[in-house]
T-cell receptor, first 113, second 113 residues
Framework: SAVISQKPSRDICQRGTSLTIQCQVD?????MFWYRQQPGQSLTLIAT?????????ESGFVIDKFPISRPNLTFSTLTVSNMSPEDSSIYLC??????????FGEGSRLTVL | GENVEQHPSTLSVQEGDSAVIKCTYS??????FPWYKQELGKGPQLIID?????GEKKDQRIAVTLNKTAKHFSLHITETQPEDSAVYFC????????????FGKGTKLTVNP
């Protein structure tokens, strides 16, 4: 399994500001995924971060709100822009193994006041 | 698209009893079914998975069964221990991989000592 590190682990932000979450993996991976987990809820895929190309967003998520960077095969960032209290969630980075299993980081817990 | 239903939403058992969590899915093309355990303040941890060419898989106290005809799969935990207390998520995906996993809403399992 991959070792996935996310920063920050938690943060409290003001409405209208933006926060960038970092995800570092200890091995090279082709795809990285960003998920959102709203309080007490399940996991929803935001987008797939592809190295060397634009991220692919799921229905209901747009690049202007959640811009993603993928500068190399071990690193990605997700920015939550112009935040509102509804953006308070856990944001999770995940990577697949060659066997097709999906592993998650510990998440970044975001509270927007 | 795929829809995954998970039941029950909460489950309380006595230590040593068995726990069963059930999931149904809608997309007959789905062929990869992982289960995740999420402890408070942590990211989801893959505990077991099954692919559609297998009907049952066991790993110590944990087992998963799959009925492709009925499109349902279940997680069985035997001899439960207090450290099994967590939220468990089932998921489903096509093509035997982790791409676009669709998650159930989760089951909060409490094991009472």
């Amino acid at each position: 399994s991959a070792v996935i590190s996310q920063k920050p682990s938690r943060d409290i932000c003001q409405r209208g500001t933006s926060l960038t979450i970092q995800c570092q993996v200890d091995s090279q991976v082709t795809m990285m995924f960003w998920y959102r987990q709203q309080p007490g809820q399940s996991l929803t895929l935001i987008a797939t971060a592809n190295q060397g190309s634009e991220a692919t967003y799921e229905s209901g998520f747009v690049i202007d709100k959640f811009p993603i960077s993928r500068p190399n095969l071990t690193f990605s960032t997700l920015t939550v822009s112009n935040m509102s209290p509804e953006d308070s969630s856990i944001y999770l980075c995940s990577v697949p193994t060659v066997a097709g299993e999906l592993f998650f980081g510990e998440g970044s817990r975001l509270t927007v006041l | 698209g795929e829809n995954v239903e998970q039941h029950p939403s909460t489950l309380s058992v006595q230590e040593g009893d068995s726990a069963v969590i059930k999931c149904t899915y809608s997309d007959s093309a789905s062929n990869y079914f992982p289960w995740y355990k999420q402890e408070l303040g942590k990211g989801p941890q893959l505990i077991i998975d099954i692919r559609s060419n297998v009907g049952e898989k066991k790993d110590q106290r944990i087992a998963v069964t799959l009925n492709k005809t009925a499109k349902h799969f279940s997680l069985h935990i035997t001899e439960t221990q207090p450290e099994d207390s967590a939220v468990y998520f089932c998921a489903a995906a096509r093509q035997g991989g982790s791409e676009k996993l669709v998650f159930g809403k989760g089951t909060k399992l409490t094991v009472n000592p």
